[in-house]
């Protein structure tokens, strides 16, 4: 079992920057793919960003692709989220989760979630 705590979220204008954090706890971080997703208010979750157990493999939803860059260290049980360039609409709460099946993007898939972080990008 994997507890994802979220944590880097905030207020920062079109074009700024932020880094989200995750911390997992538990000794098999390592085994779990790992996901990013954002929910929007009125919107369904969606998929932002996904990570391979190695961190080798990485996947982004056009919408950020360029922009984001997801990355992990297993010897700290530690996954991120580097946003650049942001823009309004990449206002959401922010989710990380660990996955049941490895090289998803449907959230279904994702068995283990944080709490989430707000980000929220001015304009």
């Known amino acids: 079992q994997v507890q994802l705590v979220e944590s880097g979220g905030g207020l920062v204008q079109t074009g700024g920057s932020l880094r989200l954090s995750c911390a997992a706890s538990?000794?098999?971080?390592?085994?779990?793919?790992m996901g990013w997703f954002r929910q929007a208010p009125g919107k369904e979750r969606e998929f932002v960003a996904h990570?391979?157990?190695?961190?080798?493999?990485?996947m982004y939803a056009p919408s950020v692709n360029g922009r984001f860059t997801v990355f992990r260290d297993n010897a700290k049980n530690m996954v991120f989220l580097q946003m650049n360039s942001l823009k309004p609409e990449d206002t959401a709460v922010y989710y990380c989760?660990?996955?049941?099946?490895?090289?998803?993007?449907?959230?279904?898939?994702?068995?283990?979630w944080g709490q989430g972080t707000q980000v929220t990008v001015s304009s």
């Open positions: 990570i391979e157990r190695s961190g080798v493999g990485t």
């Open positions: 538990g000794r098999t971080f390592s085994s779990y793919d």
């Open positions: 989760a660990a996955a049941w099946v490895g090289g998803s993007t449907n959230p279904r898939n994702y068995g283990y």
